[in-house]
C-alpha cells in the first residue's frame, strides 16, 4: 500500500470509506472485495449528495419554482460514481484517498454496472440534459421506469448477436432511495361506466386490473452546481405478494402468478412487438409510466398549492421525450376530470398549456401507432378521452382545410383503427421541436407541415449537446488537463471558453502534447481489445470508429462494403502504399429487426477473413465490441481518429455520438444529416470530410425510384461489384453462399422492387474517395493534428448546456435557483 501525505479532506474520506466498509458489510479493509471498495465509494458520495439535496429541496420550495418533468422511456446514464465524483469537485480527494488504501479510482469506478435504463441515442440525450440542467441550478425531474434487466446485454457468439439479460441490479444500486410511501396504483384492463351525479358525469372502473408503481429517487449533482435534482424511476408490484389459498393448495407456481404478471412491466426496456403479447406489453409500460408520473406530479401540486388547477402550467412543464409518453396527454385530462372534477374545456385548456414535445425521427414509419381495438381493451378509459380529442380535432380541421379529406386522415389521432400518438402531442402541446436544423426544416416542410402551417410559432430547431462533463472530463482527463493549462478554467461549464483553443491549433508544441494523449488512449483501447476480443491492433494505424444503433440507415453495410473493397485492393497489390487501418465497430441491433443482426454477423464474417489473412501483413484490422454501451463508448470516443457519421442524407434526426468523437479530437466522415450540418458550419470545410448525396437528392431518387441507376452502378464499378459478389461467393464463410444472400438481394433489386433504399451503391464511390483523401491526410501529421485540434476548439456549440439554455429560453421558462 502506498504511503502518500494526506490532507485533512482526503483524510476524513480515507476514513469514512474505512468506516463504510465495516459498518456496511462488517469486514476490514483487508478482508474486503473491490467490489465492496466501490460501494463503500458511492455511498459516501451519496452522503454528500443527500446533504446537499436536503438543502436544495428546501430551497426549490421556499422560492415556489416552476419545475420541469422530462418524461422519457430511457435514461442512459453510465457510471455514477466518476461523473458524480467530478461535479461534487472531489475527483483529486478520492484518488488520492484511494491510493493511500492501496485502490485507484479509475480500477474502482469500472466496478460498476451501467444502468440498463436506456438503449442509445434518446437516452443517452436525456442522460446529459439532466446533466446540464442540474449544473445549470434549474429545477428538474427525470422521469422514467426501473427496468430490471434493461434492454439486453449483448453476447456475440460464431459472429451472430445473441441477448442475455441485463443484470445490472445483481449486486444492487447504492444511488437509489426507494420511496414506497409514495406509491400509486395504475389500472388496466376492466369496464368503464358512466354515472350522473349532482349534475355532472363521473366514471367508475368494474374488473380492472390494479398495478402498484412504486418510485425509486436517483438524486443527480451538476458540476460545482448548488442544486441536486432527481430521476424518479417508477417499478411495477402487484398489490398481493401471492395468493395464499393456491399456496396452501399446493399450487405453488399459480399462487404467485399475479406477481409475476404484474411485475412484467417493468422487467426490460422494449420487448420485443413483432407480436400481440409484446404490443401489449410495450402499451403497458407506456400507460404504467406516465399515470405513475401524472398523479405523483399533480400530488406534489395539490400539496404545495391547493386546488387551483389553473395555475398548473405556471408550476410545471412537462415534456415528452419522443412519442413513448405521449399518454400523460389523456392522462392528465383524466385526472382533472375524473378525479378533480374539472369540466372538459378546463381540463384542455390547462393540458395545452402544460405539455411540448421533442421529435427524433424523420422517419414517418418509426412514428409509434397502436391498433385501436388493443387500445380499447386496455385503456377504456383512455381511449375514450382520446376520441373525444380527436372528435374535436376534426372539427376543427374540417373548419380549416373544409372538405380535404386527404389532409383531414393525415392529421387525425384516429385513422385505419390506429391511434397515432404523434398527432396526438401535434394537436396538443403548446410547443414542438425537432433536434437539430435539418431535422426540423424536413419535420415543418413534410411529415409535420399540415400542422406546422396551422400555427408556426409552436415549432422550434434545437440542435441537440452533450454534457462536456462525462464526455471529456470524466472520459478523458488528460486532454481537459490539457485544455486547462492553455486556456485557464471554466470551460467546463461555459462552453464558449473552448474557442480560445483555436489559437494553438497550428502550434507544435501543443499538437506534440495533443498526439500524446489520444496516442495514449489508443494504446489503452489496443489493450482492452487485445484483453476482450484476442485480436492485436496497432495503435499507430488509423482507429475509424462507427459506434451507434445497428440499423439500415445508419449504413453500416457501406463502411464493410469499402473495408472489403480496400483488402481486395491490399490483395491484387500486397506491396501498394498504404496506411495500415483498424475499423471499429460498437452497436446493438433490435431482437426482432433480422436484417441489422445479419449485418452485425457479416461484420464479425469480414473481421475473422481479414485479420486471419496474413497476405496483407496486418495493414487492415476489422475488431467488433460486444455489448456497447456508455462505458465503452467512453473508450472510443477519446481514441478514436476518424468517427463515421454516414447515415443517409435526411434519416438522422440529429446524433450526438458525433459530438463525443468531435469534441476529443476525432475528426469526422460524414453525409449532410442531421447535426453534421451544424458542425460543418462550426468547424469550417477544411477541418471536416462531407460526401454523398443530399437530403433533397436522396428525397428524389426515392421518389421516382430509377433502378438503372443502380445496374449502371453496378456495372461499371469493378470494386464495388467485386464486394457485393463477395457476399454470395462463399468467399468471406467458406463455401456458405446463402447466408448474407438478403443483403445482396436489398442492396441490388429491393424489398418490393425497389433497389438501394438507404443510397449504399450510390454513395459507394465518393465515399471511397473520401476515405483516400484521409489516409494522405492522416500521414500530414501538422495538417492532421491542426484538423483535431480545431474539431475540439469548435465543438462548444454542442454542449448541452447550450441545448438547454435554448429549450428554457423557447419552451420552458424556468427560474435558476439562487
Not at 79 to 96: D, G
Not at 568 to 594: H, Q, R, S, W
Not at 707 to 733: C, F, H, W
Request: with cysteine; aromatic share 10%; charged share 25%.
Amino acid at each position: 500500500m502506498e504511503k502518500i501525505k494526506l490532507n485533512a479532506k482526503e483524510t476524513a474520506l480515507k476514513n469514512e470509506i474505512e468506516g463504510k466498509i465495516s459498518r456496511h458489510f462488517g469486514k476490514t479493509l483487508e478482508d474486503a472485495t473491490p467490489k465492496m471498495v466501490y460501494t463503500a465509494c458511492a455511498l459516501t458520495a451519496r452522503d454528500q449528495i443527500m446533504s446537499k439535496w436536503a438543502i436544495s429541496h428546501k430551497q426549490v420550495k421556499e422560492e415556489n419554482s416552476k419545475k420541469l418533468y422530462y418524461m422519457s422511456f430511457e435514461f442512459l446514464m453510465g457510471r455514477l460514481l466518476a461523473s458524480n465524483v467530478l461535479n461534487l469537485m472531489q475527483t483529486e480527494t478520492y484518488v488520492n484517498a484511494l491510493k493511500s488504501l492501496g485502490y485507484n479510482l479509475s480500477d474502482v469506478v469500472e466496478l460498476e454496472n451501467d444502468a440498463g435504463l436506456g438503449n442509445g441515442g434518446l437516452g443517452r440525450l436525456a442522460a446529459c440534459f439532466m446533466d446540464s440542467l442540474t449544473t445549470l441550478d434549474l429545477p428538474a425531474y427525470g422521469c422514467t421506469i426501473r427496468y430490471e434487466y434493461g434492454l439486453f446485454r449483448q453476447k456475440i457468439v460464431d459472429g451472430f448477436q445473441t441477448e442475455l439479460p441485463d443484470t445490472w441490479l445483481e449486486n444492487g444500486n447504492a444511488w437509489e432511495i426507494a420511496r414506497p410511501e409514495e406509491s400509486v396504483t395504475v389500472k388496466f384492463g376492466g369496464q368503464v361506466y358512466t354515472d350522473w351525479n349532482d349534475g355532472h358525469f363521473s366514471f367508475r372502473y368494474e374488473n380492472a386490473h390494479t398495478i402498484i408503481a412504486m418510485p425509486y429517487d436517483v438524486p443527480l449533482v451538476g458540476y460545482d452546481s448548488k442544486i441536486v435534482n432527481k430521476l424518479r424511476l417508477w417499478s411495477a408490484k402487484a398489490p398481493d405478494v401471492m395468493d395464499m389459498q393456491e399456496f396452501n393448495s399446493g399450487n405453488y407456481i399459480r399462487s404467485t402468478e399475479e406477481k409475476q404478471l404484474a411485475e412484467l412491466i417493468s422487467k426490460v426496456l422494449y420487448p420485443e412487438d413483432n407480436h400481440t403479447e409484446g404490443k401489449e406489453l410495450r402499451l403497458k409500460q407506456q400507460y404504467f409510466l406516465v399515470s405513475a408520473t401524472l398523479q405523483w406530479i399533480l400530488r406534489e401540486y395539490e400539496d404545495r398549492y391547493g386546488y387551483d388547477w389553473r395555475n398548473l402550467p405556471e408550476k410545471a412543464v412537462l415534456h415528452i421525450n419522443d412519442t413513448h409518453p405521449t399518454l400523460a396527454i389523456p392522462e392528465l385530462m383524466r385526472l382533472l376530470i375524473d378525479e378533480k372534477g374539472l369540466g372538459w374545456d378546463e381540463a384542455w385548456d390547462i393540458t395545452r398549456r402544460t405539455f411540448a414535445y421533442t421529435n427524433h425521427t424523420v422517419m414517418s414509419e418509426a412514428l409509434e401507432k397502436w391498433p385501436l381495438d388493443m387500445f380499447k381493451r386496455i385503456l377504456p378509459r383512455i381511449s375514450m378521452i382520446v376520441e373525444e380529442i380527436n372528435r374535436r380535432l376534426m372539427i376543427n380541421l374540417q373548419e380549416v382545410y373544409p372538405d380535404d379529406w386527404g389532409k383531414q386522415k393525415w392529421m387525425s389521432i384516429i385513422s385505419d383503427n390506429q391511434v397515432f400518438m404523434a398527432n396526438l402531442c401535434l394537436a396538443t402541446c403548446f410547443a414542438v421541436n425537432g433536434v437539430s436544423g435539418l431535422h426540423t426544416r424536413i419535420l415543418t416542410s413534410d411529415i409535420f407541415a399540415d400542422y406546422y402551417n396551422l400555427d408556426k410559432s409552436r415549432f422550434h430547431a434545437i440542435t441537440n449537446g452533450i454534457t462536456f462533463r462525462r464526455w471529456i472530463g470524466n472520459c478523458n482527463p488528460e486532454l481537459a488537463d490539457l485544455i486547462t493549462s492553455k486556456i485557464g478554467k471554466g470551460w467546463m461549464k461555459d462552453y464558449k471558453k473552448l474557442e480560445k483553443l483555436k489559437k494553438f491549433a497550428e502550434d507544435k508544441e501543443f499538437q506534440k502534447a495533443f498526439a500524446e494523449i489520444k496516442h495514449n488512449n489508443k494504446v489503452k483501447l489496443a489493450e482492452y481489445i487485445k484483453i476482450h476480443n484476442g485480436i492485436d491492433v496497432n495503435p499507430d494505424s488509423i482507429f475509424d470508429v462507427q459506434a451507434k444503433r445497428l440499423h439500415e440507415y445508419k449504413r453500416q453495410l457501406l463502411n464493410v462494403l469499402h473495408i472489403l473493397a480496400e483488402y481486395n485492393m491490399l490483395k491484387d497489390n500486397p506491396n501498394v502504399d498504404f496506411t495500415p487501418k483498424t475499423y471499429i465497430f460498437g452497436a446493438k441491433a433490435a431482437p426482432g429487426y433480422k436484417r441489422a443482426k445479419l449485418i452485425i454477423k457479416l461484420i464479425n464474417s469480414v473481421g475473422d477473413m481479414i485479420n486471419n489473412d496474413e497476405r496483407i501483413g496486418g495493414k487492415i484490422k476489422v475488431v467488433f465490441l460486444e455489448n456497447y454501451g456508455v462505458s465503452i463508448a467512453e473508450k472510443l470516443v477519446v481514441a478514436a481518429d476518424i468517427s463515421e457519421q454516414i447515415s443517409t442524407a435526411g434519416k438522422e434526426a440529429s446524433g450526438t455520438g458525433n459530438m463525443k468523437f468531435m469534441l476529443n479530437g476525432a475528426v469526422t466522415i460524414g453525409t449532410l444529416d442531421g447535426a453534421n450540418v451544424e458542425m460543418l458550419e462550426q468547424v469550417g470545410e477544411d477541418n471536416i470530410y462531407i460526401f454523398g448525396l443530399k437530403a433533397d437528392e436522396v428525397a428524389a431518387r426515392l421518389k421516382f425510384n430509377n433502378s438503372d441507376e443502380v445496374k449502371t452502378i453496378y456495372s461499371t464499378n469493378a470494386p464495388l461489384r467485386r464486394a457485393l459478389e463477395q457476399l454470395i461467393s462463399g468467399e468471406i464463410i467458406n463455401e456458405n453462399t446463402q447466408i448474407f444472400r438478403d443483403l445482396y438481394q436489398t442492396l441490388l433489386f429491393g424489398d418490393y422492387g425497389y433497389p438501394d433504399t438507404y443510397m449504399v451503391l450510390r454513395d459507394f464511390e465518393e465515399y471511397c474517395q473520401t476515405q483516400a483523401r484521409i489516409s494522405k491526410d492522416y500521414n500530414d501529421k501538422a495538417k492532421w493534428w491542426k484538423m483535431a485540434i480545431m474539431n475540439t476548439a469548435s465543438s462548444g456549440f454542442f454542449s448541452s448546456d447550450r441545448t438547454i439554455n435554448d429549450y428554457n429560453e423557447k419552451i420552458w421558462h424556468l427560474n435558476p435557483i439562487k
